[in-house]
């Protein structure tokens, strides 16, 4: 059935998200707050700063006004880096409110909040309270939005505890390329999201400063072993970080020059300045932030996680990738199940 859906966010994932499901046959409206975007998308059908030489369906319009997309939708796809989430999410919880609507929320944000360590899903639940809203699901899974808009095969998760929930999100978004599972997981599903950017940045690290393919799966797996004990200690099923938001994600983020938090991480470990690399982005580096914010819980909780302490140290002290490579192949020996 076809549907009305709104998407907040336009960069490269929101506006390929939001050009899949108008090709699904929704009736579909893209909010950005920038104004010179909208008018390019909705009269040359493109967003040349996010998604370079991709033409978006002439069906797909887009407004910079929230409240039109939002009106009568009912269902709302948050797609905004999670720096901004919150001050997104308030400006719909208010006009969900005005409307006295309550659509679906689906969200697609990868990473945790600084300071407090939120997961999006929680902090959605905080700002748009349920009165306002049905039920929170997250979409993730190994989906760089350069694939998908070139309609290569992608498999992800709808993750929602409410199953109902999950399966319609997997109808809304399934077609010929895109195939969605459900998962009941949300916190192991929002855990893998945000952590496997972190390893993506070492992976790309190591790449830049010339090491191989023995180093790049060393460093995946042991990766996915920190991603999992932080997850675990947090109530995730241990199982989800072998699904597609846990190693899927990880694999196809640590290994493709679609991510950016590849990227950035080869760029520093071929010399240059964090700050430049943030700067010449033009795109969120996720996994920048969610380092910060998985390496203070991890010390809050007490779980192990070298890898992420390593970056850390890299990304926030200014220490040497060479140093903190050593550092992490000195450690005590020990066993792969610890
Ligand atoms: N690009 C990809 O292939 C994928 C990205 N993601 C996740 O989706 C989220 C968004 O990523 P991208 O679209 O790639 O980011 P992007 O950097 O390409 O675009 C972000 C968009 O959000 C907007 N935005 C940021 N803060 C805002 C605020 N406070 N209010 C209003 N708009 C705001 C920006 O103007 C921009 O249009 C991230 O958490 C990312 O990890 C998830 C899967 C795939
Ligand atoms: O999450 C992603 C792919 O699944 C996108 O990764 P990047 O943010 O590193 O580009």
Redesign the pocket.
């Known amino acids: 059935m076809a549907e009305k859906i709104a998407v907040?966010?336009?960069?490269?994932?929101?506006?390929?998200l939001a050009n899949m499901l108008t090709e699904n046959g929704h009736d579909v409206t893209l909010?950005?707050?920038?104004e010179e975007?909208v008018k390019q998308l909705n009269t040359e059908h493109t967003n040349p700063?996010?998604m370079k030489d991709f033409v978006y369906s002439t069906k797909l319009t887009a407004t910079t006004d929230m409240k039109e997309a939002v009106k009568d939708s009912s269902v709302v796809l948050i797609?905004?880096?999670?720096?901004?989430?919150r001050?997104?999410a308030k400006?719909l919880n208010a006009i969900l409110t005005e409307l006295h609507q309550k659509p679906l929320i689906i969200h697609?944000?990868?990473?945790l909040e600084q300071n407090t360590y939120k997961r999006?899903s929680e902090m959605l639940s905080e700002d748009i309270p349920s009165e306002n809203r049905q039920a929170i699901v997250v979409?993730?899974?190994p989906?760089?939005?350069?694939?998908?808009a070139i309609k290569d095969m992608t498999a992800v998760t709808a993750a929602c505890e409410d199953l109902a929930s999950a399966k319609k999100a997997q109808k809304l978004f399934s077609n010929s390329y895109f195939r969605v599972y459900t998962n009941d997981d949300v916190i192991g599903a929002e855990f893998g999201?945000a952590l496997k950017?972190i390893i993506a940045i070492g992976a790309g690290a190591i790449q830049g400063l010339g090491y191989h393919d023995n180093a790049r799966a060393a460093l995946i797996t042991r990766g996915l072993a920190e991603i999992r004990r932080l997850g675990v200690a947090f109530g995730a099923n241990p199982m989800t970080f072998i699904g597609l938001s846990g190693v899927g994600?990880l694999v196809v983020t640590a290994t493709s020059k679609?991510?950016?938090?590849w990227r950035a991480g080869y760029q520093l470990g071929q010399g240059k300045k964090l700050q430049d690399v943030i700067d010449n982005?033009?795109?969120?580096i996720?996994g920048v932030y969610t380092t910060k914010a998985a390496y203070e819980l991890s010390r809050k909780r007490q779980v192990q996680m070298p890898i992420t302490e390593a970056l850390y140290r890299v990304l926030y002290e200014g220490e040497d990738i060479k140093t903190a490579i050593s550092q992490l192949m000195d450690r005590d020996l020990t066993s792969e199940n610890e």
């Open positions: 907040l966010g336009a960069g490269s994932w929101g506006s390929v909010w950005s707050r920038n975007q700063r996010y797609v905004i880096p999670t720096k901004g989430l001050e997104v400006q697609a944000t990868k990473g999006p979409l993730s899974g989906s760089h939005a350069e694939d998908v999201a950017n994600d679609n991510s950016r938090n982005m033009g795109m969120v996720e």
